[in-house]
């Protein structure tokens, strides 16, 4: 009997496997993706209001939060443009972008899923211009529309067995609302990038450069960002312990998808 039951779990999960995988349109990659789009961003918008009431916004009239501004909108055109050109128009159509400065001394920044972007002051010391906040906020913004939060909600919740029949109904499983909060709350996120695999940071790495790149901002600046970053210094694990590749790898792969960035950047004018 255990020998039957072991054989439909594992066919269970075999065809779960394969109907809850999509194709990602911009990596092409295959992913799991057995949370509802718009479920995580109706989730996302009540905690991005949560967020912005209990912390200090830097108004509008600050030259900062007004290149805040500047950078997350013209990334978010580049990135339609790129999906348009890629024959898919509508895949952001439920994005609201919104892009707010918080005063912090934090180094982070970070996008939810429907374009809910977040810069905090102490960041900008590191970018130090305009050309590296728009190469953080292309990395971080392709995190969202690349869906990889929302694939390692999904993978999480296949090791644990949440509710596995088709897609999860976060609203109503409080085991996926916790989920849906240790993997977007700004405060699990750590330093300037979420705790992604190393896989999804070169993939956001990859396609940052070609938005940035896309909306006028030279992608070489990419290189010396991350040399300060490096430079910061502090303890860092192995980079086999770390979901992170190692700053100075990281550097590496940069600098060998510079000539295809390169290919997509136009200056903008003033």
Not at 55 to 75: C, F, S, Y
Not at 141 to 160: C, K, N
């Amino acid at each position: 009997m255990f020998a039957k039951m072991g054989k439909g779990l594992f066919v269970f999960f075999s065809l779960l496997l394969v109907l809850g995988c999509s194709r990602n349109t911009i990596t092409g990659r295959s992913q799991l993706s057995l949370v509802p789009e718009s479920e995580v961003q109706s989730m996302a918008v009540t905690q991005y209001k949560s967020f912005l009431t209990s912390n200090k916004v830097v108004p509008l009239t600050n030259k900062d939060a007004e290149m805040v501004q500047r950078v997350g909108k013209r990334i978010a055109n580049a990135i339609q443009k790129y999906y348009t050109e890629h024959g898919e128009p509508n895949a952001l159509k439920d994005y609201h972008w919104e892009f707010n400065l918080v005063e912090s001394k934090e180094i982070n920044a970070w996008c939810m899923p429907g374009g809910k972007v977040v810069v905090y002051t102490g960041i900008l010391p590191i970018t130090q211009n305009e050309t590296a906040l728009a190469i953080v906020l292309g990395h971080e913004i392709t995190h969202a529309v690349a869906g990889h939060g929302r694939e390692r909600m999904s993978q999480q919740l296949l090791a644990q067995g949440i509710e596995l029949a088709g897609n999860v109904a976060l609203s109503n499983n409080d085991q996926a609302v916790n989920l849906f909060n240790q993997v977007y709350a700004p405060t699990a996120q750590v330093g300037v990038l979420l705790p992604n695999s190393r896989k999804q940071e070169y993939e956001a790495d990859h396609y940052g450069l070609i938005f940035a790149a896309m909306a006028g901002y030279d992608p070489r600046e990419a290189i010396p960002f991350w040399k300060r970053m490096e430079a910061l210094g502090g303890t860092k694990p192995p980079v086999f312990l770390s979901d992170h590749p190692a700053d100075a790898d990281r550097i590496k792969k940069l600098e060998t998808l510079m000539p295809e960035a390169l290919t997509y950047y136009k200056p903008a004018s003033n």
